[in-house]
């Protein structure tokens, strides 16, 4: 699995949101910080192992091989 911890910045996730939702810049930031704790938390739990935008400009979660294991047991 790939090792990237943080692909996605925290202005590219505003960037996004203002976008998707038709945030202004000041909320697109404010919704993105809180985006951005909830992901570090998720890697500080061992859920995840990093995120990023992919070719379509969804963010992705790349979850950790603990998580896989219990997805997949029997890989």
């Known amino acids: 699995m790939a090792d990237v911890s943080q692909s996605a910045s925290l202005a590219s996730i505003a960037a996004y949101l203002k976008l998707t ?5 000041d909320t697109a930031l404010v919704e993105a910080k809180s985006v951005m704790k ?10 995840i192992t990093g995120w990023y935008f992919d070719e379509n400009g969804h963010l992705e979660l790349l979850p950790s091989d603990h998580v896989m294991e ?3 047991p029997n890989k």
């Open 70 to 72: 219990q997805i997949n």
């Open 21 to 25: 939702y038709q945030y202004d810049q």
């Open 38 to 47: 909830n992901l570090v938390q998720m890697r500080q739990k061992g859920f």
